[in-house]
Each structure stands twice: as C-alpha cells, then as structure tokens.
C-alpha cells in the first residue's frame, strides 16, 4: 500500500522520500518513481527499521538535514503475524509498535517541518471505522496483560484515532487523517504460517482491489481542497467513516500516555 500511494504522489509531480528497512527495495521503488514521475521531482530511500523509536528519530533527523517543510506525511508501516506480544528492546510489542508508537514517533517529530507547509496533512493508514474500541485503556495502557490479535488490532486502531484527534486539536493548521484500506491485493499475511498463508492468497486473488485502485482512495484526502485541518475518518473508499465509543473519554488519556511513551524512548 505504501508502494501505491508514493507511485501515486509520484504521477502528481510530488517529490516523495520513502522510509523502509530493506534497502534493495525501497531502491526498486524509487527506480518505479522516477519512470512514472520523470526527472523533475526528488524521488529518495531512507533505511530505517520502524519496530525502534529511536530508529524512527534517527531517521527523521536524516530527513530533517536536508528538508525545511513537509507536505504530507504517509504511514503505512505494517506487520501481519499470529504472534503473541514479543517486546522489543525499548519495552513495546512489535505490532503496537509498528502500527502505532512508532507512527506518533514520525509525527511527534515532524510537526515542526508540517507547519512551513501551506496545506499540510498526515495520512496514518489503518482501520479508520473497523476497529472496535480497547476498552481497558487505563487498566492495560500497554497491553501488556490483556493481549491476544483482537485486542492488538482495536488496540492499534483505536489508539490511532486518539491520538490523531488530540493531535489535531493542538495543530489546527495541519490536517490529520485516519484510513482503512479494505482489502487489497499486497504481500499482507507473508509472515503467517502456511495453513494461514495460502487461503489468504487465494482471497486475495479473488476478491482483494489492486493497489493502485486503493492508492487512489488512499490519497484522495491528501489531494481534497476541502480538508483544511482537523480530524478526519476515512473508509476504503475514501467517504467519511465514524469513530468508535469512548473517543471523548479515552483521548487525552491516551495521547498523553504515548506522548509518555516517546520520551521515555529518548532519555533510554
């Protein structure tokens, strides 16, 4: 999905930077963009491994270096996999880390850069109308007692419409958004183990939407001139989507428990 939505911004004259941790990839990507955007914009890879907060701020410091404003920030790192928590070395499960600390990780630390932007907006791809609430938010902040795949799913999305809301509600220049993809035709799933793996393909095949199609659904409210500021929900097909229960009494709660999160990282 992320592939689709930079070679999309590519076919829109956008220089686009890439973040990702295999590097013969993220090259390859970047060759795709060139061929659809031309010569003109700046197409680049930055290597990084989003499991790790404090990769994620080493990375934007690179970014940081050689940028002064940032348009539109895209997030759609991922892991599909049947394995219960696994920590990290920092303490957080790999899943909540690559579907949500590290996401507000890129945030946090680019919002300086967002707002010499006209028109900014951050695009966190995910479950936006799918998930359910996490409803032992204070009890289990972490999700370190309650976990299973459920649980990290709502966990996920939920803590994503949190803090996008909260975030917007302290940057109203910048426009935060909150997507869900649907199904689509992607790598998804390589991770599960075979008896898993090969229905999921065999779905993918029959009933999944390419990725450009989805690209598309995705990026529309990147290119909407109505969306100025705020937050915002979007369903797979790009139409309003609403959120969960609980969105008023769990936000502050919520955002202030990662913005605990990431500090904690950066004295580590």
Request: aromatic share 8%; net charge neutral; with cysteine.
């Amino acid at each position: 999905i992320g592939r689709g939505i930079a070679l999309r911004l590519a076919k829109a004259q956008a220089s686009v930077a890439i973040v990702g941790r295999r590097e013969d990839r993220g090259n390859a990507v970047v060759e795709e963009m060139r061929t659809v955007g031309g010569q003109e914009p700046k197409f680049e890879f930055i290597s990084c491994d989003a499991f790790l907060l404090n990769n994620v701020k080493e990375c934007v410091q690179k970014f940081k270096a050689e940028h002064s404003s940032l348009d539109f920030l895209v997030l759609t790192q991922g892991i599909a996999t049947t394995q219960g928590r696994t920590e990290t070395t920092e303490g957080i499960d790999q899943k909540l880390s690559v579907h949500f600390y590290s996401r507000m990780c890129f945030i946090h630390n680019l919002l300086a850069l967002m707002e010499n932007s006209p028109s900014p907006r951050v695009l966190s791809v995910l479950s936006a109308g799918v998930h359910s609430p996490y409803k032992s938010f204070r009890d289990d902040p972490d999700l370190k007692k309650n976990y299973s795949i459920k649980n990290a799913a709502d966990f996920a999305g939920f803590y994503n419409d949190l803090a996008l809301d909260a975030l917007s509600r302290e940057n109203p220049h910048i426009a935060f958004i909150h997507s869900a993809p649907g199904l689509v035709k992607t790598e998804w799933g390589r991770q599960f183990p075979s008896y898993l793996r090969y229905p999921v393909r065999l779905m993918q095949l029959m009933v999944c939407k390419p990725v450009h199609e989805c690209a598309e659904y995705m990026c529309e409210a990147l290119f909407n001139p109505e969306i100025h500021g705020g937050f915002h929900l979007r369903s797979e097909k790009a139409e309003p989507a609403s959120p969960t229960s609980l969105q008023d009494e769990a936000r502050d709660f919520v955002w202030n428990h990662t913005k605990d999160i990431i500090m904690k990282t950066e004295n580590s």
